[in-house]
C-alpha cells in the first residue's frame, strides 16, 4: 500500500497541495483527476522522490519515505514502472533495442539475451510484429505501448502513467487502457494514473481522486462521480464551461 497523509507542498507564492491524503490499495488502478495545475504530477512526483513535500508524509510498503536520501529511492524506482506523456523512447535504437537497454542494464545480460527478453514484453503489449521498427516510424499510441513493455521489464509492482491517452486516437487510446486494466487483471500490479480522459476514467478505474485547489475535492468509485451532487464534481464530469469552478 501507499499513503499520502497530511501532503503539503509549495512553489514561491504559490500553494500546490494542501493537505492532501490518499491511499493506494494494492492491485487497483486508481486515476488521479482535475484540472491543468491542479497538483495531479506534483503529487506523483513526491513518491519517487522527484519532489520533497514541504509538511506531511509518504508510505511506501509501510516504510516511511518522506526523508530518503536520494540513493534510498533506487530500490523503490525500480519497483515503479512509469510511462510518461511523452514516450522518451531512443529515435536512433529499434523498438526491441529500446526495451532490451533496461534489460541489458541491471540484469547484466548479453546484447542476444536481453533481446530474447525484449521480444517476450514486446509480445505482452501486442508489438512483437514491429519489433525491428524505428521510433519513428510509429505513432504515439504504438510508442506508448513500446514504453510500458520497457517499463515492464523491471517487474514493477507499482505502475504510474502520466497522461496515458492524451493525443491519441479513440482506438489507440482504448488499446491502452485495455493493457492498464490488462497489468491488473493479469500480473497484480496497481496503476496510478494522471488523466483528463473522462472515457478512460469510466471504462477502466477502480477508484477516482479528484484534486481540486491543492485538495481531494471527492475520493470514491467511478459511480460515486456521475451521481455526486457537488458542482464543482458535476461542472468537470459533464465538461461543462460555466459552474463554480475556476477556469
Not at 523503490?76 to 514516450?87: A, E, I, N, T
Not at 525491428?132 to 510508442?143: E, K, Y
Not at 510500458?148 to 523491471?154: F, Q
Amino acid at each position: 500500500m501507499i499513503r499520502f497523509i497530511d501532503v503539503y507542498k509549495r512553489f514561491g507564492a504559490r500553494e500546490i497541495l494542501k493537505g492532501v491524503s490518499l491511499d493506494v490499495d494494492e492491485g487497483q488502478i486508481l486515476f488521479i483527476i482535475g484540472k491543468s495545475g491542479a497538483g495531479k504530477s506534483v503529487l506523483i512526483k513526491h513518491l519517487v522522490g522527484l519532489l520533497r513535500p514541504d509538511a506531511g508524509r509518504i508510505i511506501f510498503e509501510g516504510q516511511d519515505i518522506t526523508r530518503f536520501k536520494e540513493r534510498d529511492f533506487y530500490p523503490l524506482r525500480k519497483r515503479c514502472g512509469m510511462v510518461f506523456q511523452h514516450s522518451t523512447l531512443f529515435d536512433s535504437m529499434t523498438l526491441i533495442e529500446n526495451v532490451a537497454l533496461p534489460i541489458r542494464k541491471h540484469q547484466g545480460l548479453s546484447q542476444r539475451e536481453s533481446l530474447a527478453q525484449a521480444a517476450g514484453y514486446l509480445e505482452a503489449v501486442g508489438m512483437e510484429q514491429m519489433a525491428s521498427a524505428r521510433v519513428t516510424d510509429i505513432g504515439d499510441g504504438l510508442r506508448k505501448r513500446v514504453a510500458i513493455a520497457r517499463a515492464l521489464t523491471l517487474s514493477p509492482r507499482y505502475m504510474i502513467f502520466d497522461e496515458p491517452t492524451t493525443a491519441l486516437d479513440p482506438l489507440s487510446a482504448l488499446r491502452i487502457d485495455r493493457l492498464i486494466r490488462q497489468l491488473s487483471d493479469e500480473r497484480g500490479v496497481t496503476s496510478i494514473v494522471i488523466s483528463h480522459d473522462l472515457r478512460s476514467v469510466f471504462s477502466v478505474a477502480d477508484r477516482v481522486v479528484m484534486l481540486y485547489q491543492g485538495r481531494v475535492q471527492l475520493d470514491g468509485a467511478p459511480e460515486d462521480f456521475r451521481r455526486s451532487v457537488d458542482p464543482i464534481i458535476h461542472q468537470f464530469v459533464n465538461g461543462l464551461p460555466d459552474g463554480p469552478m475556476e477556469l
